[in-house]
């Protein structure tokens, strides 16, 4: 967004189109049929006008606040506020690494790192072909599954520098991408229509919502007494001898180190790290471990 200067008056926002703005009034009118008040309708507007443009311009605030009576001054406060709102034009895809404490410490600062060098941009900049922004994230509640990269908030867990490598290429060469929850990955500008409201129409939208995962439930299940043998029970398990997806076998064409095709994401990348990495930071999973998940050998 360009900053104006303290004491310029500053010019009016632009109108939409009249083409445009029928669509998105038509749009808005259904949104705000949803809610018992008008101004609770201003996130998902939002979404909208962020789908039409693929950030919230002086333009697209202009127009939420004249639909829902408010001034210009409280919507702008409210796009400010959250960081699910872009103020300046970026990629068609916000990758999105947490480098929150967990995720850091799990990795998150070095994904960080190899991205900024492969990508050749720093936080919150853009691919020079439009395709990627790269910003720093903060916790997003997956962190059993630490390191995460988010997609437009889709997650891709357990990520590791050549996975993450791996995601941006496809994403800039255009491959179809799967998220480890939910269906295949769509554009910012899709993304921000469907948190708007209106139908995700995305193969498998509906069947990947998905609950949670297994090691998001392992503290659930220790206390019911459910995981005798404290295995942690996770994407990431090293397939047995034989079955598909084994290492090095080549029995799928799975690449070592690459996600078996049964994997739920395109791009997790599950032996790399904690329960099958001998040199990761937490230690490998032994099967060792007692009901309440130390190692009985200690
Ligand atoms: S610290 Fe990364 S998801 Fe929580």
Known sequence: ??????????????????EVRERLERDAKEIIARYPDSRSALLPLLHLVQSEEGHVTRTGQRFCAETLGLT???VNAVATFYTMYRRKPSGDYQVGVC????CAVMGGDAIFDELKDHLGVGNDETTGDGRVTLEHIECNAACDYAP????????????????????????????EVVPTRGASLCT????????AGFPDQRAGA?????????????????AKGEAPTGRVVSPRAEPQPGEPGTRGTGENGTAPG???PTHPSSHDAPRDTAASDPSHPSGPVTGDEGADGRDTNQ
């Open 1 to 18: 967004m360009t900053e104006v200067p303290l004491g310029i008056p500053e010019m009016p926002a632009p109108d939409y189109p009249d």
């Open 72 to 74: 210009t001054a409280e």
């Open 99 to 102: 480098t929150n404490t967990l």
């Open 148 to 175: 995460v990269v988010m997609v437009n908030w889709e997650f891709f867990d357990n990520q590791t520098p050549d996975s993450a490598k791996r995601l941006v290429d496809d994403l800039r060469a255009g491959r």
């Open 188 to 195: 910012f500008k899709e993304t921000a229509r469907i948190l």
């Open 206 to 222: 509906v069947e990947s919502g998905g609950g949670a995962g297994p090691a998001s439930l392992v503290g659930l299940r220790l």
């Open 258 to 260: 690459e996600a078996p």
